[in-house]
T-cell receptor
Framework: KQEVTQIPAALSVPEGENLVLNCSFTDSAIYNLQWFRQDPGKGLTSLLLIQSSQREQTSGRLNASLDKSSGRSTLYIAASQPGDSATYLCAVSRGKAGTALIFGKGTTLSVSS | GAGVSQSPSNKVTEKGKDVELRCDPI?????LYWYRQRLGQGLEFLIY????????KSGLPSDRFSAERTGESVSTLTIQRTQQEDSAVYLC???????????FGSGTQLSVL
C-alpha cells in the first residue's frame, strides 16, 4: 500500500528565505508526482507535475525534484513571500493505469513579513 | 465551463438523510476523482473514473457511499443514511488524461447534524 509522508507538518519563516518541503513515498513504482497548494477554504491548485522519468521541474520561484529510487521529492521555494503562505501537498500516481492519486497530509507554510 | 464546478457549495443535513453532491468536470476531461477532507486532515481518496474503464472504487468507506458518472460528463456522489462522521469537504477533480495534471473544484462542505 502506497503511503505518502510530508515533513515538516508546519513551517514558519521570515519573508525572503529560501525553503525546502519534503515528501517521501513508500512504493517507488510511481507514474508521476504532483505538488499542490491549498489555501484556506479553497480547493487545490496544481503547482508542478514530475513524470517518473524526470528529475526536476521548475516554475518561477518553485523547483521540484524527484528521486524515484529513494522514494523522495522536494519542493524548493526561493525568496519566499507572505503570499506563499498556504498548505502544500504532494501526491503520487501509482504505476498501474486507472488508479488513484495518493496524497500526503501536507506542510502548512507561514511566511511573515 | 472554465473550471471544475461543484454543487452545492454547502450542504447541511440531518443524520439519516440521503445527500447527493454534484461535480461538473472541465469539458473533455476523461478522468474524474472524488476525495474527502475532514477538518484538519489530509485528502482521502474515494473513487476514480477514467474514460470507459471500470471505476476504481477502492476508497469508498462503506456501502452507504456510491458514485456515478455519465459518459465523460457530470458525476454525482451519493451518501445514504448520513452519519455525523460523514461531515467533511468533498472535493472533485478532473484531468485531461489518466494520471495527468489535476484541476480541483472548490468543494462541497457537508455538515451532518
Amino acid at each position: 500500500k502506497q503511503e505518502v509522508t510530508q515533513i515538516p507538518a508546519a513551517l514558519s519563516v521570515p519573508e525572503g528565505e529560501n525553503l525546502v518541503l519534503n515528501c517521501s513515498f513508500t512504493d517507488s513504482a510511481i507514474y508521476n508526482l504532483q505538488w499542490f497548494r491549498q489555501d484556506p477554504g479553497k480547493g487545490l491548485t496544481s503547482l508542478l507535475l514530475i513524470q517518473s522519468s524526470q528529475r526536476e521541474q521548475t516554475s518561477g520561484r518553485l523547483n521540484a525534484s524527484l528521486d524515484k529510487s529513494s522514494g523522495r521529492s522536494t519542493l524548493y521555494i526561493a525568496a519566499s513571500q507572505p503570499g506563499d503562505s498556504a498548505t502544500y501537498l504532494c501526491a503520487v500516481s501509482r504505476g498501474k493505469a486507472g488508479t488513484a492519486l495518493i496524497f500526503g497530509k501536507g506542510t502548512t507554510l507561514s511566511v511573515s513579513s | 465551463g472554465a473550471g471544475v464546478s461543484q454543487s452545492p457549495s454547502n450542504k447541511v443535513t440531518e443524520k439519516g438523510k440521503d445527500v447527493e453532491l454534484r461535480c461538473d468536470p472541465i469539458s473533455g476531461h476523461t478522468a474524474l476523482y472524488w476525495y474527502r477532507q475532514r477538518l484538519g486532515q489530509g485528502l482521502e481518496f474515494l473513487i476514480y473514473f477514467q474514460g470507459n474503464s471500470a471505476p476504481d472504487k477502492s476508497g469508498l468507506p462503506s456501502d452507504r457511499f456510491s458514485a456515478e458518472r455519465t459518459g465523460e460528463s457530470v458525476s454525482t456522489l451519493t451518501i445514504q443514511r448520513t452519519q455525523q462522521e460523514d461531515s467533511a469537504v468533498y472535493l472533485c477533480a478532473s484531468s485531461s488524461r489518466d494520471r495527468g495534471k489535476l484541476f480541483f473544484g472548490s468543494g462541497t462542505q457537508l455538515s451532518v447534524l
